[in-house]
């Protein structure tokens, strides 16, 4: 795609300009209004990391070598670049050199690395991968030992997913025993062994009866340890401050260790995986320790009773696990645009592990969190989804032998006029997703910019206790997010004992099909329910708003599908009851002691709808739900209340939670849906300004080193234009900041005779004008961008975004006839969309 894209825009270019690669900076503009938001300062990095919620020193990293004052020094893992320096050193030794350094014979460690807080060149890494490529095969045809190495190339990526599905699902049935165990110890212990949850305790147990199933002697209540009874004030007391006490201690243990070991462990981590799949480098988000805690923590915040849910911080460990893993293999190590690739697939392999939707999981990949999806890329997630579903089944968390999470058995058929009912409940979900991104988004700016984000810690313990306080009386509340949801799914039989199965007792069975039972009049015990359920929901939209965002790991797909199937089964037990009441209402479709109305299909749809509010998806979230829950034959009301949902959520606005998350944190994201309906053209969004300083420049082959370096301290841009001279402005062609400084300092350690009187040249030829005796130049051809991208002054920007996003621009060049005028950046277009749409501007604060 990347070459296509290429030769499209060589053939359409306006200036007539080869356009084949451009690395983004933070500002390559002499403007003082952008220094100090566009360079990697301390301020900015404090920013950042107050989004994740500490100080974090980035002085190594495992991805690429930090240049520091001191020269060029190495992580522990980069023995490559040790060698590469050895290599460029041996041939510099002497009097006089007998080779001038030229990075293009002699590549420099860090040369073509990125930054911290930078953005990928996505053509020169896809144009990288395919010379590798390219000399691989050349090799082949001459070598059976390289022919060999070319067919392990080739298998590399699938051994990669390979070791990313395994991984992932065995840490995903980790985390799921783990969080099971964990919850049920807030209500009480196994006498056989601490170590199993209410569940497993009572498997083998005879003692169990139908109607409390649940309850064997192997297991106790807090209670009945401490007073030796489970009923009565006291007893009823002591599970309550039991529970709370296990809920103030789990959350204080996932808040602590993702601030003292991981800041960047807390949150969902989708955002950021979007924006890192989009070419943005935050290195450290997806190492080693963020994968530890998150996994550790990620159980604790699950088992503290939170309202929060593990499936977007799964994705997160995922995509830890696959960027590990990509450093066995050299292939994906030394290329970003590859990395993502793999990363896009790891998103794929997170939701299938979530939900046990492989599938579902893919279609989420490509529609809601990826940049760049090949058909490879396509095929390679499915595969790795498909190993991870596979060792999840084989761990079997669930102990039920299914891979879906709710299973649901429906015997009746639903019905045209239900669809009335299920396009509600679209409305509903939309509505609320609407709501629910502006409170939240509210509800983080105010924790942004008082003091309350500066205590996570205590506003974590805060809320933990007041959702212990409210959630502990009402039995729906107290229980997970997940058995909630399954709850709610449940259709009831004439085995259930569940409260919303509270019906009056039937005078006759003869409309029963199999082991259901036809509608039935409300009793006492579902009315009961049905309050609970609605003091629930107004619990679950309100707490859930303040819940997502703190310091520790939170998922949204749960919170938001409980209120959904909340809403749901409140609307499909008022249906059903209508139906009762009134069969001649629904035209004789409904005869009576029939099966009309499943409420469970109803909380099954309303989930669906208030997820797609929330997030804004919809395939990808159509598919997930059949796959969660086993009813493909419900495809076409889970397909209407999905449309309905995204188009009653998009008249408030048009972005999801997560897009709302990226730009509340200054990350540099083209969303591909937004459309640019203005009329600019590029020399309105250039920098400089008209009252800017000039751009600054380097000459080709006229400035010595100690003017380099004396225009690189005195600005914080990311990278330079060469031109052929100051007064022709002719382009040359792009250097950035990284590469100058990394060859100059090399220059100097290892070149004898470059001072700071040496010229530097971005020729092939040494000018005339050079004297003899002067000293030797340093050529720095090698590092030179020969053919950035350019648009003229006049070029719509409509266009320009349009290529920014197809071909993942970091920056173009804007020129008038050949003369260089300016430069637009991916924050220059970012800053002028918000400006067109009456947003802050200044809210960019990345590049």
Not at 73 to 101: R, Y
Not at 381 to 396: E, Q, W
Not at 678 to 683: C, D, P, R, T
Not at 701 to 721: D, I, K, N, Q, R
Request: glycine share 8%; aromatic share 10%.
């Amino acid at each position: 795609m990347f070459g296509f894209l290429s030769r499209w825009y060589r053939k359409l270019s306006l200036n007539g300009r080869r356009g084949t690669s451009g690395m983004e900076n933070r500002g390559f503009h002499s403007s003082g209004s952008f220094d100090g938001q566009l360079y990697p300062s301390d301020d900015d990095d404090d920013e950042l990391v107050d989004i994740a919620g500490a100080t974090l020193d980035f002085s190594c990293t495992e991805d690429d070598p930090p240049l520091i004052s001191g020269g060029l020094e190495e992580c522990s893992s980069s023995s490559s670049s040790t060698s590469a320096a050895a290599a460029t050193s041996s041939t510099m030794n002497g009097t006089i050199p007998t080779k001038l350094v030229d990075p293009v014979d002699d590549p420099l460690p860090g040369v073509g690395t990125y930054e911290d807080f930078n953005t990928i060149d996505w053509v020169r890494e896809k144009s990288k991968d395919r010379d590798r490529h390219r000399e691989i095969t050349n090799k082949s045809r001459h070598s059976t030992m390289a022919l060999l190495l070319s067919i392990s190339d080739a298998f590399s990526g699938w051994l990669l997913m390979l070791l990313v599905g395994l991984k992932t699902g065995a840490i995903a049935g980790g985390i799921d025993i783990a969080a099971h165990w964990l919850t049920d110890m807030k209500e009480g212990v196994c006498l056989n062994g601490f170590w199993f949850n209410h569940e497993h305790c009572c498997w083998t147990s005879n003692e169990t009866t139908f109607q409390e199933r649940d309850r064997c002697p192997q297991w106790k209540s807090w209670a009945e340890l401490v007073a030796g009874s489970s009923s009565g004030p006291f007893p009823y007391f002591i599970n309550y401050m039991m529970y709370m006490f296990w809920a103030l201690l789990f959350s204080f243990l996932a808040v602590s260790l993702v601030r003292a070991f991981a800041p960047y462990a807390c949150g969902s981590g989708i955002p950021e995986i979007k924006t890192i799949l989009s070419g943005f480098i935050i290195r450290g988000y997806l190492g080693k320790w963020t994968l530890i805690i998150k996994t550790i923590t990620l159980v604790l915040a699950v088992s503290s009773g939170l309202s929060l849910g593990k499936e977007g911080p799964l994705v997160h460990v995922a995509c830890c696990c696959a960027n590990i893993l990509c450093h066995l293999f050299p292939k994906y190590r030394k290329n970003e645009a590859k990395r993502r690739e793999v990363l896009s697939a790891a998103a794929a392999v997170g939701v299938s592990v979530a939900f046990g939707a492989p599938i579902g999981g893919v279609l989420f990949s490509l529609e809601e969190v990826s940049y760049y999806f090949p058909l490879k890329t396509l095929w390679r997630s499915f595969f790795a989804a498909l190993v991870a579903a596979f060792t999840l089944r084989s761990i079997n968390p669930f102990g039920n032998s299914r891979l879906v999470l709710f299973y649901v058995e429906f015997h009746a058929p639903w019905h045209l006029v239900e669809l009335a009912p299920f396009i509600l409940l679209g409305i509903f979900g939309g509505l609320w997703g609407a709501l629910f991104i502006k409170a939240n988004i509210a509800w983080c700016k105010r924790r942004k910019s008082t003091r309350l984000g500066h205590y996570p810690v205590i506003e974590v313990l805060v809320v933990t206790a007041i959702t212990g306080l409210l959630a502990f009386p009402n039995s729906y509340t107290r229980m997970s997010g997940a058995e909630l949801i399954s709850e709610l799914f449940n259709d009831c039989s004439l085995l259930d004992s569940s409260q919303l199965c509270g019906y009056k007792s039937p005078t006759n069975t003869s409309g029963s099909v199999g082991n259901s039972l036809g509608d039935r009049a409300a009793g006492q015990g579902l009315y009961t329910a049905l309050w609970q359920l609605a003091l629930a929901l107004l619990f679950k939209m309100l707490i859930t708003v303040i819940t997502f965002g703190m310091k520790v790991p939170s998922g949204l797909f749960i919170p938001s599908m409980a209120v959904g199937a909340i809403a749901g089964r409140l609307l499909g037990v008022g249906m059903e009851q209508l139906a009762y009441y009134n069969h001649d209402w629904f035209n004789g479709w409904c005869s009576p002691g029939a099966d009309c109305i499943t409420p469970g299909l109803y909380a099954m749809v309303g989930a669906a709808a208030c997820l797609g509010g929330v997030t804004r998806m919809t395939v990808s979230l159509v598919v997930i739900m059949f796959e969660l829950t086993g009813g493909l034959e419900y495809i076409v009301p889970l397909m209407a209340a999905t449309m309905t949902s995204k188009w009653v959520a998009d008249a408030f606005g048009k972005e999801g939670i997560y897009e709302a998350h990226i730009r509340l944190n200054g990350y540099p994201f083209l969303e591909p849906k937004e459309e640019f309906d203005h009329s600019s053209l590029a020399v309105d969004v250039m920098r400089p300004r008209r009252s800017d300083p000039a751009l600054a420049v380097l000459t080709q082959e006229s400035m010595t080193v100690e003017e380099v370096e004396t225009l690189v301290e005195s600005t914080h841009y990311s990278g330079f234009p060469v031109v052929v001279s100051q007064e022709s402005q002719r382009l040359v062609g792009f250097v950035l900041r990284r590469d100058l400084l990394i060859s100059i300092d090399n220059a100097r350690k290892r070149q004898e005779g470059v001072v700071g009187a040496s010229h530097v040249l971005f020729t092939d030829h040494t000018p005339a004008a050079v004297a003899p005796e002067a000293p030797p130049p340093l050529r720095l051809r090698g590092i030179l961008d020969l053919s950035p991208f350019t648009v003229t002054d006049h070029t719509p920007m409509d266009i320009t975004v349009d290529i920014f996003r197809k071909l993942g621009l970091r920056q173009c060049l804007v020129t008038h006839n050949g003369r260089l005028l300016g430069i637009i950046t991916k924050k220059d277009i970012l800053k002028h969309m918000a400006q067109m749409s009456n947003r802050d501007p200044e809210s960019i604060l990345f590049n």
